[in-house]
Structures are given as C-alpha cells and as structure tokens.
C-alpha cells in the first residue's frame, strides 16, 4: 500500500539501524552515507525491497494504490512507486542515522516501535480499504467482503507471503548479523575454563 509504505520503510530501516546501533555511533557525521550499514541497507531496497513491491503493485495495482488505479499498465506509475521507495528509503536513514546521533538508541528504538504501531494501526483502523480483498470494479461498486476473507485472499498471499518470503530473510539476516556491534565475550560471557 503505497499510503502507509513510507511509514513501514521508516520503520524497517530504523530497525536495522537500531542493531547496528553501535557500530553506526562510532561512524563520524561525515561518514553517513559512505559506510557498510547504509551500503548493506540500499542493496536491501534496490534488490529487494522495490523489486518485489513494484511486482505486488503490477499484480495487485488497485489495492497498492487503494483502489485508486485499476493496473499498473503505464510504467509511470512503477517508476513513480521506485522514486518513492527510494526516496523514503534515503530520508529514513538519514533521519535514524540524525535521531541515533542526537537523542540516542532509547529515542531511535522508540521511535521505530511508534511507527510499525502506526503502520498496523492504521491498517486495522480503515481495514475496510486497506484489507478489502476484492477488485477495483467490486470496491467502486461496493461489493461487501468480510474482514477475514482478506487472510485467504490472493491480495494478501501475494501482498504480504510473497513479499515476507523474499524481504523477511534479509532483515531478520542484518538484524541478527549486526547484532548491535555485541562481542561474542560480552553476548556470551568469558569463557574462562
């Protein structure tokens, strides 16, 4: 859904920046955007992230768009999609790389929470467009669908299992991988025999 995307990029980038959090605090200002973290996070997004988003929004174009185009036929509207994710992908780490900094992890890990609450609050919130599982044309023509019938729906196998098989591995692999900078010593105590 393109409307909440920013909020879940912001999310998930700050996320990955909170596990490099230590790593990332010894980084001077001038060295922001020419470090590994934000190599590592970029090469998420360009070859994963945006790949698999403009697939869903090709496939499922009404509800990405919530229902405000039928299909993606005119590339306009992917390459528009792409400038987005990548934009937003920029600006959120820039600005948890500026919060991490300034105000510290307690802030930056807070503020990441916030926006993954946001993010699926408003999703429960107006679960009547964001969850609908019907077509433009059964939307427009308000064709009623229950709430569950979402969970079962090609919207949501294609929208959230497709999309959470191909990005869920990489996050969870440069959350675990960076583990926050921790020593195997201090993760796992001295092994003093």
């Known amino acids: 859904m393109l409307v909440l995307e920013p909020i879940w990029l912001y999310a998930s980038v700050g996320f990955i ?5 230590k790593q990332i605090l010894a980084l001077e200002q001038k060295e922001m955007f020419s470090n590994q973290y934000f190599t590592a996070i970029m090469i998420m997004v360009a070859a994963v992230f945006v790949p698999v988003e403009n697939w869903i929004l090709h496939r499922q174009t009404a509800w990405e768009t919530t229902f405000l185009f039928e299909n993606s036929n005119d590339s306009t509207l992917i390459a528009f999609a792409t400038l987005v994710h990548v934009m937003v992908s920029l600006g959120s780490y820039w600005l948890s ?3 991490l900094h300034k105000y510290g992890e307690d802030v930056l890990i807070k503020s990441t929470m916030w926006a993954f609450s946001i993010f699926f609050a408003t999703q429960g919130i107006f679960y009547e467009t964001l969850m609908y599982p019907g077509t433009y044309a059964e939307y427009h023509n308000g064709v009623p669908h229950t709430f569950w019938s979402f969970f079962v729906s090609q919207t949501f196998i294609e929208s959230y299992i497709v999309f959470f098989i191909f990005f869920g591995p990489v996050f969870y ?14 993760k796992y105590g001295s092994s003093s025999g």
């Open 97 to 99: 790389f500026k919060i």
């Open 17 to 21: 920046i909170v596990c490099a959090r």
């Open 173 to 186: 692999f440069l959350a675990i991988f960076w583990g926050s900078g921790i020593s195997s010593q201090e």
